[in-house]
């Protein structure tokens, strides 16, 4: 019994780590290679640090993704309150003509990159994507202010954006 006791302990220390709050990117992280709306591949932190001193506010969607989709307009309203934000948007769209119309359709306002490899590769592994939309911010110094937000979480990320500013 005392052995089951301990198996229980460690799988929810395990658990609760995986959760925990980040606050830099791995190396796997900032080396993936992610694809530009020019058609070119640049890396996770060539892309972030032409934004050093700002904050930035990155969704991680998919053109496909209704739960995305519901939260666009709340999307638009933080975009609206928090303007001097730097908005990155990360598909996991399985190709670049989908990814580029959802772009137009939705009328996404900020910087587009796209993951190569989808939500099990490289990148969407690195910051242990597990549902889409994700947000995360990122401060004024290149650190993670906020490591895993979801649509139901505006507040939350309204929050921290008026705090960094």
Request: aromatic letters at 8%.
């Amino acid at each position: 019994m005392k052995k089951i006791g301990t198996l229980l302990l460690i799988f929810v220390l395990i658990c609760a780590c995986s959760q925990a709050q980040q606050s830099e990117f791995t190396p796997e992280t900032l080396n993936a290679k992610l694809l530009t709306v020019d058609g070119s591949e640049a890396s996770f932190k060539n892309i972030i640090e032409k934004y050093n001193g700002k904050v930035i506010l990155m969704e991680v969607w998919a053109s496909w993704c209704s739960d995305c989709i519901k939260a666009m307009p709340k999307l638009k309203e933080l975009q609206n309150a928090n303007p001097d934000i730097v908005y990155l948007f990360v598909s996991m769209d399985k190709t670049a003509d989908k990814w580029k119309t959802g772009i137009e359709k939705h009328e996404l306002k900020g910087e587009h990159i796209m993951a190569i490899d989808g939500m099990k590769g490289n990148f969407g592994s690195s910051i242990d994507l597990d549902w889409i939309p994700r947000y995360m911010i990122i401060d004024k110094d290149g650190k993670i202010a906020l490591y895993r937000a979801v649509e139901t979480d505006f507040e939350k990320i309204d929050q921290k954006l008026k705090s960094l500013q």
